[in-house]
């Protein structure tokens, strides 16, 4: 459930992506009608300005924004980490396809606790992912621990509030149809039906933005993306 907090929903959560790993990059497309993919560009270009260092991707899942980092942040490294052995092992498979040789690592471990030394990244990404953490602000402080002075920290994350006329639209759409296509497509009730109330009760942008400024970020910006539905955040960790 949504109103988990710290070990429940790290299980929760744990249980509910490790069921729909093998559908959830068809999810992805199926419900952002493919445009995925271009928010994860966006984010991979944003994430990479001024780059000096290699880049991280917390919550990786199957490893989309680690890939489009690898493809931008050349010739610097790219490491992503999840929770989750089912996710990594899709992400690990994607990263391996093709003949050229590849900057990418994936591995399990904790966003809440990275096994990395402190100031290791020049940029550190989460993408649909912060509303998933036990715990979102130490899950920010990790991310800021492990980022180098004068580096990155990026979140591209769906957020409550598309604005203007289409916003009864988008609601029903989201919290009506995306659920109904979940539980087709993975034959899992409760996965698709998570994702709209754990956006409802996620922070607003501007709350989002004070909470990068307060785990140490500074010039901490964010735009909207998708009529407001997805925004991305990010800031940059003081020299
Ligand atoms: C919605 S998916 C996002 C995956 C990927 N970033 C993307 O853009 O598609 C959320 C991911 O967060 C991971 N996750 C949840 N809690 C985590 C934690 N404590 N540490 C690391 N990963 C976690 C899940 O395993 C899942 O892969």
Redo the contacts with the bound molecule.
């Keep these: 459930m949504v109103e988990l907090k710290g070990e429940e ?2 299980r929760y ?2 249980d509910m ?2 069921r729909i ?1 093998g559908r ?2 068809l999810m ?1 497309a199926l419900m952002t009608f493919g445009m ?1 993919r271009r928010w ?1 560009r966006q984010a991979a270009r944003r994430a990479t300005e001024g780059l000096r260092g290699p880049v991280l ?10 890939l489009e980092l690898e493809r931008m942040a050349a010739p610097a490294e790219v490491v ?5 052995d ?3 092992s899709r992400a690990a498979r994607k990263g391996a396809r093709g003949s050229r040789p590849r900057r990418l690592t994936f591995m ?5 606790s990275l096994p990395f030394p402190d100031g290791s990244f020049g940029c550190v ?5 912060l ?4 715990d979102l602000e130490l ?1 920010l402080r990790e991310m800021v621990r492990v980022t180098r002075p004068g580096g990155r920290v990026l979140s ?1 994350e769906t957020m409550p509030g598309t604005k203007g006329v289409l916003r009864p639209l988008a609601g029903f759409y989201f919290r009506r149809i995306v659920p109904i296509v979940g539980a087709v497509v993975t034959l899992d009730v409760a996965a698709y039906s998570y ?1 709209p109330r754990s956006v409802d009760r996620f922070l607003s942008p501007d709350a989002l933005s004070r909470l990068f400024t307060a785990v140490g970020l500074e010039e901490t910006r964010h735009q909207p993306m998708a009529l407001g539905a997805v925004h991305l955040h990010w800031g940059d960790k003081p020299l």
């Design positions: 929903k790290r959560v744990g992506f490790s790993a959830y990059d992805n995925d994860r991707d917390v919550a990786t899942g199957t490893g989309d924004l680690a992503g980490v999840d929770l989750l089912p996710m990594i399990v471990g904790d966003a809440l990404t989460s993408a649909f992912s509303r998933n953490m036990p899950a591209l994702l």
